[in-house]
């Protein structure tokens, strides 16, 4: 499968619950005056980024918050750059839900979100797959 082709199954799949993601298309091209024009959040920012919904401890029972979610997706032999290496580690180090997914699986995973929606009780956090 290509990169393309896990992001639109990891965009469905994680679609029915708390998680919502966005394509994150990065790069410059000019416009209409040959002047650069840049698009995308930065360099070595993840391909899908937007936010998964926790319900916040019982001090504030009942409230949820928006966690930043940024998944870079890879096929089974992609490799990330050092810059989105470095990117996912800032957004975890921020508290962000971050990794690296090379399927509908491993975003679930990521996001502790199951087929069906439901956020998983676990507290562990993701952590970056090294390739």
Request: net charge positive; charged share 20%; hydrophobic share 35%.
């Amino acid at each position: 499968m290509t990169e393309q082709q896990i992001q639109q199954h990891i965009r469905l799949a994680l679609s029915r619950g708390p998680v919502r993601l966005y394509r994150n298309n990065t790069g410059t091209l000019r416009d209409q005056h040959g002047r650069p024009v840049s698009f995308g959040l930065c360099k070595g920012s993840a391909d899908l980024i937007g936010w998964t919904t926790r319900t916040i401890t019982p001090d504030m029972v009942g409230q949820q918050v928006a966690v930043f979610t940024s998944i870079e997706v890879k096929t089974a032999t992609g490799r990330l750059r050092p810059e989105q290496r470095q990117w996912l580690e800032v957004v975890q180090a921020a508290g962000g839900i971050a990794g690296v997914a090379r399927s509908v699986e491993d975003a679930q995973g990521l996001t502790m979100v199951d087929g069906g929606g439901i956020v998983s009780k676990s507290p562990a956090m993701a952590a970056i797959h090294r390739t």
